[in-house]
């Protein structure tokens, strides 16, 4: 057999299924993992009579492939990355690629990036999202590193790649270090918010206006068929349509307790660090983490008491409200994300295609959507777009649906259901269409116990001000303040 066009670390089912689909699109795989026993199983299993090169060292890895080598490692992020690439670089020559195709933090890819040049290496951190069905049949990738890589892997990534509908890829080059780990973050940040979202919505559903779970199947369905058109959408269609082996629904008897992998908190702190109001995805994992205070809630569900949920008014017609408040509070949370990608880029220098991004979300990865369309027309249309929802038509969207998501949020929390993402999405827009918020008072504040200073809506902006409010203080001021 010749030698292989990629090698691959890392035989759990995504490393697994990612051989397989490149394997099918012609290219030779070879493959390695810390437990050899796991290469021969796959070799004898899954992967037999294939174009797949099992080995049981990292030595005989890269001998088996050609020059530039090019070892993708689907390995646990943090350290395990680190460790391979330490026994990686004694075999590898100058120019050889190695690929980091797990879940990273940004900061991670970054160093290495750097760590590898500087040996005369290439690096690529890369997003990979789609689970396990995505990786096998086309999965959305991410790739950001070292740009002299990507002329080696892109006919890799782009042919095994999920594809929008004229064939496009959902794949091309992010930036450089690490942009491909920084966009695969927000993208699991929004998949959080968009889950929450889609949770909060069942809530209200089963618990205000408590529709039975065939009617709510029935409604996700149609709603699957329309604008929120969505693989998470669908996933929550069959999921309230399963039954367990007693024939009642087994979505019901799930233990309420959420579980996480750290990407959502990872995106919540780069948007502190950067200035990013990410709201929604905020209250996302704050949902998740207040979920797993399980024996606490109940203590406390025996203590507390609020209102009983009771819905008076026209159920279908309530129904029709929550999906436009879905669909608005889905919006903020895509436009929350776009800006903390937009002042990332700011900070680091990278040169991010908002349009292309989004097309590499319409197809493979979780947040796929047919919203994701209107998405790139929008950055077509305005490349410097600074928030989606000054684009014309979300303006559109979010404005008509503006009526349906206030009685929506009333409602809920009139009757005390928990909708921490369908309120706070609706904060912002009312915070962001705010030409004067009261941010003056609490400068007015910061000034009088901090002498923090202020600026002045009648002076030119840079401008700086302390007033001794009391008559007691001083003329010296603090450090101006920064946003």
Known sequence: MSKADIGLIGLAVMGE????????????????????????????????????IGTTSIEELVANLKSPRKIMLMVKAGKPVDDFIELLIPHLDKGDIIIDGGNSHFPDSIRRTKYLEEKGFLFIGTGVSGGEEGALKG??????????????????????????????PCCDWVGENGAGHFVK???????????????????????????????????????????????????TRDILAYKDEDGNPLVDKILDTAGQKGTGKWTVLASLDYGAPL???????????????????????KILSGPKPKFNGDKKQFVD???KALYASKLVSYAQGYVLMKYAAQEFGWKLDNGGI????????????????????????????????????????IESSQAAWRRVVSESVMNGIWIPALST???????????RLPANLLQAQRDYFGAHTYERVDKPRGEFFHTNWTGKGGVTASTTYSV
């Open 17 to 52: 299924n990612l051989v397989l689909n490149m394997e099918s699109h012609g290219f030779t795989v070879a493959v390695f993992n810390r437990t050899v026993d796991k290469v021969k199983a796959f070799v004898e299993g899954s992967g037999k009579g294939k174009n797949i």
């Open 139 to 168: 999965p959305s990738i991410m790739p950001g590193g070292s740009p002299a890589a990507w002329l080696f892997v892109k006919p890799i990534f782009q042919s095994i790649a999920a594809k929008v509908e004229d064939g496009t």
């Open 185 to 235: 973050m927000v993208h699991n940040g929004i998949e959080y918010g968009d889950m929450q979202l889609i949770c909060e919505a069942y809530q209200i559903m089963k618990d205000l206006l408590g529709m039975s779970y065939e009617e709510m199947y029935q409604v996700f369905k149609e709603w699957n068929e329309g604008e929120l058109n969505s693989y998470l959408i669908e996933i």
């Open 279 to 301: 709201t929604l995805i905020g209250e996302a994992v704050y949902g998740r983490t207040l979920s797993a205070q399980k024996d606490e809630r109940v203590e406390a569900s």
């Open 321 to 323: 409200d929550l999906m």
């Open 358 to 397: 989004a097309l590499m979300w319409r197809g493979g990865c979780i947040i796929r959507s047919i919203f994701l369309g209107k998405i790139k027309e929008a950055f077509d249309k305005n490349p410097n777009l600074t928030n989606l929802l000054l684009d014309p038509f979300f303006k559109e969207k």
């Open 425 to 435: 999405a609706l904060n912002y827009f009312d915070g962001f269409r705010n030409g």
